[in-house]
């Protein structure tokens, strides 16, 4: 799956990834309005809401990204039927050839971490059959509990041709408070580093690991540092636009030929409608704005590696 | 929540929980034989015989004991089925008035942990209405980023009188990789343990905090500094039975008064009718198993406790 993530990434020319994280405050009122008609203001009503908002987001913008990544929190709160919406959305994803990253943080130990595993990345045993669940193409994973945490996800992407990214150092503001603690002469989030470059030594693809890891866009400066840390691993680079993060600090995630990052935005694509600089689009239009959003993302990024 | 979680132990005279983690290997063949013939092998068919197996697991169990502790993943395995039989689990147990514990591992973000803390402890936001959707009584949290991942969670508890166990200190033996790097004079399991007490100082039950912690049992001399640590802080205390711990090992994560911690089994139980001690039972009843296994799990510990 690595190997298609780089490939879509050369045939757009867009290291980019679309986050859909639909908060139901987000949604167009054309969009709640006939949602609630038909289900009422139910969990029902919210998740067929972000549905459609997603769907509008995803036939606007497909043919531009390479890949999205639904932030299954943003599903989860409204129960099942949430996160029957993020089974939608991953499945319609998929329709449109598009590579779908779970933004799913799991992370536990042993059987635990095999469960996670088989149901987002694999398939299930159910009696004599093999089942996929929900089926996304790569995960992100906390590594707090270490290699046995771990292990269980990378053998089902061994298995299934699937990816990983795992957490090392993320863009929040207090995400200091353990991952840069220094340990000896290396900070936690080096350490992890390492051990996420160890762990993507045995499932590489053509250029690059299977399993990835995830630096906020936030820290550019612990971007070039975890660039040679971890030379095999593509960086998943959370932070860009609401966060803070701009295409000039993020030069240093990738490598000279410009491969090795994918830059995540969500609110900066998705809510583009409500911003100064697309509102012309108007509501109705969101999806719209999104693709400008999407344009002018892409533009900023290519851009910024050109000049350096 | 604290304060029913403690008055629940006094008043069962056990400080311990089940843990609901329902592999479909665990399930007794009549049950699977059941789900299978009304929904085939498909995720609704796992997910029946889960919650089959769950149903009479709580049936046996539930006036003995204060607290469950189903682990997610072993019902997101399955998908939006499985996902429906984690909540047809939880609302039965609410039904039985124990107190549940959703060990779900969750750790994002601002707005993103915002939204798990809502969708698993507090209600959502939905149009006019707030609903409820997973709706458990505590929920394991993640610390690898920080303050800005415990926040959103200690903001619902406060709100919603729920609480957290934070993991600090994981019962696999390769949580030592990054949990056990010294930082300075600390362990990174103390400097966490820290942040926990911190955290929990603003959400005091009666006499202890909303907010506490998991120590695995498989580490007693962690758990004795960490008791210090937190001493406010309940300790919920994985890796009883199957992974290695014992009740003579687990007395000093209690307080002298017997109260500060509970401890989880679930192999040891829901599977009890597997094992040799328990095998009289046969699989028809392995409720029944289960119940003499709660039983026996009840008086180690206690006795245990009194032999200190």
Same mark, same amino acid.
């Given at each position: 799956?690595?190997?298609? @993530?780089?490939?879509?990434?050369?045939?757009?020319?867009?290291?980019?990834?679309?986050? @859909?994280?639909?908060?139901?405050?987000?949604?167009?009122? =054309?969009?709640?309005?006939?949602?609630?008609?038909?289900?009422?203001?139910?969990?029902?009503?919210?998740?067929?809401?972000?549905?459609?908002?997603?769907?509008? @987001?995803?036939?606007?913008?497909?043919?531009?990204?390479?890949?999205?990544?639904?932030?299954?929190?943003?599903?989860?709160?409204?129960?099942?039927?949430?996160?029957?919406? !993020?089974?939608?959305?991953?499945?319609?994803?998929?329709?449109?050839?598009?590579?779908?990253?779970?933004?799913?943080?799991?992370?536990?130990?042993?059987?635990?971490?095999?469960?996670?595993?088989?149901? =987002? @990345?694999?398939?299930?045993? #159910?009696? &004599?059959? /093999?089942?996929?669940?929900?089926?996304?193409?790569?995960?992100?994973?906390?590594?707090?509990?270490?290699?046995?945490?771990?292990?269980? !996800?990378?053998?089902?992407?061994?298995?299934?041709?699937?990816?990983?990214?795992?957490?090392?150092?993320?863009?929040?503001?207090?995400?200091?408070? !353990?991952?840069?603690?220094?340990?000896?002469?290396? =900070?936690?989030?080096?350490?992890?580093?390492?051990?996420?470059?160890?762990?993507?030594?045995?499932?590489?693809?053509? &250029?690059?690991?299977?399993?990835?890891?995830?630096?906020?866009?936030?820290?550019?400066?612990?971007?070039? #540092?975890?660039?040679?840390?971890?030379?095999?691993?593509?960086?998943?680079?959370?932070?860009?636009?609401?966060?803070?993060?701009?295409g000039s600090?993020?030069v240093?995630?990738?490598?000279?030929?410009?491969?090795?990052?994918?830059?995540?935005? &969500?609110?900066?694509?998705?809510?583009?409608? /409500?911003?100064?600089?697309?509102?012309? !689009?108007?509501?109705?239009?969101?999806?719209?704005?999104?693709?400008?959003?999407?344009?002018?993302?892409?533009?900023?990024?290519n851009g910024a590696l050109e000049r350096r």
């Amino acid at each position: 799956m690595i190997n298609k @993530l780089v490939e879509k990434i050369k045939k757009t020319k867009a290291p980019i990834v679309v986050g @859909l994280d639909p908060m139901l405050s987000y949604v167009p009122e =054309h969009i709640l309005k006939k949602a609630f008609a038909e289900y009422g203001e139910t969990l029902k009503g919210a998740a067929e809401a972000i549905w459609l908002y997603n769907k509008e @987001l995803i036939d606007h913008t497909y043919d531009l990204i390479p890949a999205v990544k639904p932030q299954i929190a943003m599903y989860e709160q409204f129960g099942v039927e949430g996160l029957d919406a !993020f089974q939608r959305t991953v499945d319609y994803c998929h329709e449109k050839d598009l590579v779908v990253i779970g933004d799913v943080k799991r992370g536990d130990i042993g059987s635990t971490s095999a469960a996670y595993a088989v149901g =987002h @990345l694999g398939r299930v045993q #159910v009696g &004599s059959k /093999k089942l996929s669940a929900f089926n996304e193409d790569f995960a992100t994973v906390n590594p707090y509990l270490g290699t046995d945490g771990i292990k269980p !996800f990378v053998d089902v992407c061994k298995e299934e041709k699937k990816g990983l990214f795992i957490l090392v150092k993320t863009s929040n503001p207090s995400s200091g408070e !353990f991952q840069d603690q220094m340990i000896g002469e290396k =900070h936690l989030y080096e350490l992890v580093g390492e051990q996420v470059a160890k762990w993507g030594e045995e499932c590489m693809g053509d &250029s690059y690991s299977y399993i990835g890891a995830v630096v906020g866009a936030t820290y550019p400066e612990q971007g070039k #540092v975890l660039r040679k840390v971890m030379p095999k691993s593509f960086i998943l680079v959370p932070g860009y636009g609401a966060q803070g993060g701009k295409g000039s600090d993020l030069v240093h995630f990738f490598d000279e030929d410009g491969l090795g990052a994918i830059i995540n935005s &969500s609110r900066g694509i998705i809510t583009a409608y /409500k911003k100064e600089e697309y509102a012309s !689009f108007g509501a109705e239009h969101f999806g719209e704005a999104a693709r400008a959003a999407v344009e002018d993302m892409i533009a900023d990024i290519n851009g910024a590696l050109e000049r350096r």
